[in-house]
């Protein structure tokens, strides 16, 4: 995947449940390809919890900014809201392929706004999840329990998906990932 040219760039939406390795693998795949663009979400997260650099807000600015149109993309899960910002559109524009932290549940949603959205469904066992919400710290058991429930949700039919799995070393999994993405790049 390269920058440049009169082409737009594609959006490749990472996808797959809560502790998974999402954000790991979008800075491994970011490392191994300087001209990926990663996209920072708006979240309504308290600041420097941790995972994925985003950028904070209350709910009530998170509100007005979708009402304002900052979103090209936004989403309610687990009690937080998700945006994908506007300003993607400009990387993509100008042909640079950028990569994006997604919910499922919200695919349809950015397939209608990104033409020739890839999806990068990334995988792992019950235990490694459970392992990795349990490590971060951010969740209760219960909400850990709650997270696995959800982690086998299947994804809209018709998307453009790749499939990656992330039980083991990261190095090796950004390999994979790197071979799937491959033909994309071309």
């Known amino acids: ?17 809560s502790g998974v390795g999402k954000d790991s693998v979008m800075r491994g795949l970011c490392a191994v390809m300087p001209d990926l663009h990663l996209v920072r979400r708006v979240i309504t997260r308290a600041p420097d ?15 007005d900014m979708a009402e304002n149109g900052a979103f090209v993309v936004h989403w309610c899960a687990h009690g937080l809201h998700y945006g994908i910002p506007q300003t993607v559109r400009y990387q993509l524009a100008k042909g640079t392929h950028c990569i994006a932290n997604f919910s499922r549940k919200a695919l349809a949603a950015g397939a209608d706004a990104f033409a020739g959205m890839l999806v990068l469904h990334v995988t792992a066992t019950p235990e490694t999840i459970a392992a990795r919400l349990a490590a971060r710290g951010r969740e209760t058991r219960s909400e850990i329990a709650n997270r696995l429930a959800q982690a086998d949700k299947p994804l809209p039919a018709g998307l453009d998906v790749l499939h990656l799995s992330n039980d083991g070393p990261l190095d090796q999994t950004i390999a994979r990932a790197l071979a799937l993405l491959e033909p994309v790049r071309a």
Request: glycine content about 18%.
């Open 49 to 63: 919890l941790g995972g994925e650099d985003y950028d904070a807000v209350t709910p009530a600015a998170f509100d």
């Open 1 to 17: 995947m390269t920058a440049g040219g009169a082409s737009a760039g594609r959006l490749i939406a990472v996808v797959g449940p």
